[in-house]
């Protein structure tokens, strides 16, 4: 069975753009998590989605959103990049909402300049 | 809120040789407790959990121990190789948010 996956793997932008990046979860799963990874913050939650709505919200400001697709897929956008959001975007994926089980995919890379 | 304290920072073993990584958490609300494996360039690896009613799970030559009454959780790696050399994560679920608390990372080296 195929993991999940996250794409681009990696990316390089401006401060001020915005940036949208992708999750597949694994077939099956239906939950969908986004975690920020910083050297200096470590792993902190962002959001979690299922069933098309976000069901748990971290403590990021509104710049971070996200949405859930029909078949679980899911994005997330931040706007209007700062340098400190530099960072390793990972998605998790889960069978259902209220699973502990989490499975990481590889993340995205980015870096804001 | 919960906060997961993980020790030490880094550690350096010979091959062969047995690694412990040490985890403590606040909230006692806390019931799942999973340990994952972060190799460079790669997402965080599941690769064991322990729930509140189990005292010691094991896995070939990884193992879990969780203490309710301190609030402490480690993960013991037997027979190291230098394959197992990564970060390592613990974390803490509780059962009202599902939503993990993570430590700050344990980077194991394990020199051949």
């Known amino acids: 069975k195929a993991g999940v996956t996250q794409t681009p793997r990696y990316l390089i932008k401006t401060r001020g753009q915005q940036v949208t990046l992708s999750c597949s979860p694994i077939?099956?799963?239906?939950?969908v998590s986004w975690y920020q990874q910083t050297p200096g913050q470590g792993l902190q939650f962002l959001f979690e989605y299922f069933s098309e709505t976000q069901r748990n919200k971290g403590n990021f400001p509104g710049r971070f959103s996200g949405r859930q697709f029909s078949n679980s897929r899911s994005e997330m956008n931040v706007s209007t990049l700062e340098l400190g959001d530099s960072a390793l975007y990972l998605c998790?994926?889960?069978?259902?909402?209220?699973?502990?089980?989490?499975?990481f995919g590889p993340g995205t890379r980015l870096t804001v300049t | 809120g919960e906060n997961v304290e993980q020790h030490p920072s880094t550690l350096s073993v010979q091959e062969g040789d047995s690694a412990v990584i040490k985890c403590t958490y606040s909230?006692?609300?806390?019931?799942?407790f999973p340990w994952y494996k972060q190799e460079l360039g790669k997402g965080p690896q599941l690769i064991i959990d322990?729930?509140?009613?189990?005292g010691e799970k094991k896995d070939q030559r990884i193992a879990v121990t969780l203490n309710k009454t301190a609030k402490h959780f480690s993960l013991h790696i037997t027979e190291t190789q230098p394959e197992d050399s990564a970060v390592y994560f613990c974390a803490a679920t509780s059962g009202g948010s599902y939503i993990p608390t993570f430590g700050r990372g344990t980077s194991l080296i394990v020199h051949p």
């Open positions: 909230d006692s609300a806390s019931n799942y």
């Open positions: 077939s099956g799963h239906r939950s």
């Open positions: 998790a994926s889960s069978l259902a909402i209220q699973q502990y089980e989490q499975y």
């Open positions: 322990i729930r509140s009613n189990v």
